[in-house]
């Protein structure tokens, strides 16, 4: 599998996987505009023209923050989540960042269990973030130094 960067003129196939994966998925212009900036990169698998797994980050200064991820739900279970996850993070490591952020809905159980065993320590909560209804869970994970990580 290759995890590939890619830019803004993905922005079409990264909208396409979103609403595979999300109940509130990204248009293609929210891609666009989030991939014209300077401080995110993104990162796929792609196959047949298709992206099946992808993530998005966000560095600003020495921390960063994972925006989405999400893999193709017929192509789940096979590592891609964890390898773009992992390609992410190094990337923003690369470029400085010592702590990386995300939040996920309290019931979302195959991405906590993701970012649990990618090394994240749950570290807050924000009370009934998602629709009013569900909570979010603020994860951490400290990038120690080039290709090393820990919780
Ligand atoms: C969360 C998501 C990205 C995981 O992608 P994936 O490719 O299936 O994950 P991986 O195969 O890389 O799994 C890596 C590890 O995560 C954990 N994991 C992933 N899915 C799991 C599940 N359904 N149940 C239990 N553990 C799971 C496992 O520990 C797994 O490692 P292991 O197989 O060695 O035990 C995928 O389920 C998804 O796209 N969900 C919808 C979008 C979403 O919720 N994104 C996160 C928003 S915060």
């Known amino acids: ?8 003129q993905s922005a079409e196939r990264m909208a396409a996987l979103h609403e595979k994966c999300f109940d509130h998925p990204w ?10 900036m300077t401080s995110t990169r993104a990162f796929a698998v792609q196959r ?13 200064a020495d921390e960063a923050e994972i ?3 999400g893999v193709d739900p017929a192509e ?7 390898a773009v996850l992992e390609r992410a993070e190094q990337a923003v490591a690369d470029l400085g960042a010592i702590s ?6 309290q019931h979302n159980d195959p991405a906590r269990a993701l970012y649990t065993r990618a090394g994240y320590s749950e570290i807050g909560r924000r009370p009934r973030y998602y629709r009013g209804r569900d909570d979010a869970l603020i994860f951490r994970k400290t990038l120690l ?3 090393q990580t820990g919780a």
């Open 1 to 8: 599998m290759i995890v590939e960067q890619v830019a803004a």
């Open 27 to 36: 248009p293609a212009s929210e891609f666009a505009s989030l991939l014209s």
């Open 48 to 60: 047949d023209g298709c992206h099946i797994a992808l993530v998005l980050v966000r560095i600003a």
């Open 67 to 69: 925006l989405t991820v």
């Open 76 to 82: 789940r279970g096979k590592g891609l989540g964890m």
């Open 100 to 105: 990386l952020f995300l939040e996920v809905n």
């Open 145 to 147: 130094e080039r290709g």
